[in-house]
């Protein structure tokens, strides 16, 4: 079953959309190994092979076109629905108030799952490749969005003339907007001191969060139902998204390092 499964990564990438996107996704994978500390380095490519992050980044997003039912279950490992809360404490309580597996329980039970020695080999790789991807999805700002309109899938926007809608915008218009490939966009993105990138991992999976719940609060403020985007929408926006990517990739290695 699992190298059936497998396959799907073999399967045209212009069937899907999700998330960052297949470009977003290994954007921050591509920057997180950049990243990584000699033992973590050593230790995943143990566990992965050869392939780099960005190879396995967008394996859970290709799953969701499985019809055998094996990974209805990880639905909602990609997101965290939260409505706009006062502050971080409010919002830390309100998280961890939430019922059922999430973006946010489920980064928890992977890292602890990749560091039990009694997880299968089999199952600590797939651990590690959906933290990868789910790392990624936290800085998109709108999987850290509202329930009401499933983190902005139900806000319709046309962008450049084309109708869709907010979410969609924020999973890999703007990004694909730039027209980098993924090395490209990293090679530029990646640019920061030592002392920034130290900053930048600092904080907890709360904070990171609440991070990106923040950014969603803007961008809800500022694309109302209905909204007609093109260049202004990305003159306003292209530096969060850009620096949504960045982190991504540096908290990711952060994750990463820590775990091996």
């Not at 993105?189 to 990138?197: F, H, Q, S």
């Not at 609060?217 to 139902?225: C, D, G, H, L, S």
Request: proline residues 2%; hydrophobic residues 35%; contains cysteine.
């Amino acid at each position: 079953m699992y190298s059936k499964i497998l396959m799907l990564l073999f399967v045209s990438s212009s069937l899907y959309s999700y998330a960052w996107g297949l470009t977003g996704h290994r954007i921050i994978a591509e920057i997180a190994e950049n990243h990584l500390c000699g033992k973590a380095r050593r230790e995943i490519k143990k566990m992965m092979g050869k392939e780099r992050l960005a190879y396995w980044a967008n394996w859970p997003d290709f799953i969701k076109s499985d019809t055998t039912g094996v990974w209805k279950q990880a639905s909602s490992w990609h997101y965290v629905n939260i409505d706009p809360q006062v502050d971080f404490k409010a919002f830390e309580q309100n998280l961890k108030m939430q019922a059922g597996p999430s973006l946010y329980t489920q980064i928890n039970t992977l890292s602890a799952q990749i560091k039990d020695k009694k997880t299968s080999e089999k199952d600590r790789k797939i651990a590690l490749i959906f933290l990868i991807h789910i790392m990624g999805d936290l800085a998109q700002p709108l999987h850290v969005g509202r329930a009401e309109d499933l983190g902005g899938n139900k806000i319709d926007v046309t962008y450049f003339g084309e109708k869709t809608n907010l979410h969609s915008v924020w999973d890999g218009k703007l990004v694909d907007s730039q027209k980098y490939s993924y090395t490209e966009y990293a090679t530029l993105l990646d640019i920061r001191t030592k002392e920034e990138v130290k900053q930048i991992q600092s904080g907890t999976l709360e904070d990171w969060l609440y991070d990106s719940h923040k950014i969603a609060n803007k961008i809800y403020a500022q694309t109302p139902n209905e909204s007609k985007l093109s260049y202004d929408y990305q003159y306003k926006f292209n530096e969060t998204m850009e620096r949504q990517l960045l982190y991504g990739g540096l908290r990711l290695a952060k994750v990463l390092n820590d775990l091996f």
